[in-house]
C-alpha cells in the first residue's frame, strides 16, 4: 500500500465525518478511528436486513387492515382519512409513479410511500380515525396490556430514528441501547408477523458482529497501513 494511505483514506471520508467518531470516544489514532469506522460499516449492514423487514411487514399490515377496514384498497385517497402532511405525500408516490409511466395502483403506491409516511398513521392525531379499529389487526402479536398507539408509536419512531441514521452513514456503533434497538425491532416484527420473523433470524448477523467487536476491523487496517 501506499504511504500515504491513511491521508488518503481521510480525504475519502472526510475530516468532518471522522470528527464524530473522535467525539464519541474513538481516539485520534488512525488505525483504531478506522476500525471505527469499518465496525461502524458492519454493524449498519446487519441491521439493515431486520429494519428492511420491519418496514415490509408494517406497510403492508397496515394497508391490508385499511384495506379491509374501508372496503377499499384505497383508503388513502378517502376524504377525512389522511391529514394534509401524509395525503402529501401519497401525492409524491403517485407523481413518481406517473413520470415512471407506470399506472397507479394500490400495489405500486403503497411500496412507494416511505417509512416516516407509515410511522406517521401512529400519530396522536390519528387516534380517532384509525385505531379504534386498526390495532390489533395491525399487530396481532403485540400483548394486549401493552397494545396501544401510543406505546407502538414510541417504538416505530425508535426504530426510524436509527434507521434514518444508518442511511445517512452517521455513527451508532457508540449507542449504549443499540442492542436494545435491534432487540425492539425483532420484536416489532414478531408483533406484526412471526412468520416474517422466522425468516428474519437465520440472516440477522447483528449479536455476531456487534459481540465480536473492533478487534478484526483494527487488524485489517493495519494490514492495509
Known amino acids: 500500500m501506499q504511504v500515504n494511505f491513511s491521508d488518503q483514506l481521510r480525504r475519502a471520508i472526510s475530516h468532518e465525518r471522522l470528527d464524530a467518531y473522535c467525539q464519541h470516544g474513538s481516539s485520534n489514532d488512525d488505525a483504531e478511528l478506522f476500525a471505527h469506522y469499518a465496525w461502524n460499516m458492519a454493524l449498519s449492514e446487519s441491521l439493515y436486513t431486520p429494519l428492511q423487514c420491519l418496514e415490509v411487514s408494517l406497510r403492508n399490515s397496515v394497508h391490508d387492515a385499511a384495506t379491509a377496514h374501508f372496503k377499499t384498497d384505497r383508503w388513502f385517497d378517502l376524504p377525512g382519512?389522511?391529514?394534509p402532511q401524509e395525503m402529501n405525500k401519497v401525492q409524491e408516490a403517485k407523481n413518481t409513479l406517473v413520470k415512471c409511466k407506470k399506472p397507479l395502483d394500490a400495489g405500486r403506491i403503497i411500496p412507494e410511500l416511505t417509512f416516516g409516511f407509515w410511522t406517521s398513521l401512529f400519530d396522536v392525531r390519528y387516534e380517532k380515525i384509525l385505531w379504534p379499529w386498526l390495532l390489533k389487526p395491525v399487530v396481532p402479536g403485540m400483548p394486549r396490556h401493552?397494545?396501544?398507539?401510543?406505546?407502538?408509536?414510541?417504538r416505530l419512531n425508535r426504530v426510524r430514528t436509527l434507521r434514518n441514521r444508518i442511511f445517512h452513514h452517521e455513527p451508532i456503533w457508540h449507542w449504549c441501547d443499540l442492542q436494545r434497538q435491534h432487540t425492539d425491532a425483532l420484536e416489532a416484527i414478531m408483533w406484526l408477523n412471526p412468520a416474517m420473523m422466522a425468516f428474519v433470524q437465520p440472516f440477522d448477523?447483528?449479536?455476531?458482529i456487534y459481540h465480536n467487536g473492533l478487534g478484526k476491523y483494527r487488524r485489517i487496517i493495519i494490514a492495509l497501513s
Open 146 to 154: 401493552i397494545r396501544i398507539r401510543k406505546n407502538l408509536s414510541k
Open 81 to 83: 382519512v389522511l391529514s
Open 205 to 208: 448477523s447483528f449479536e455476531e
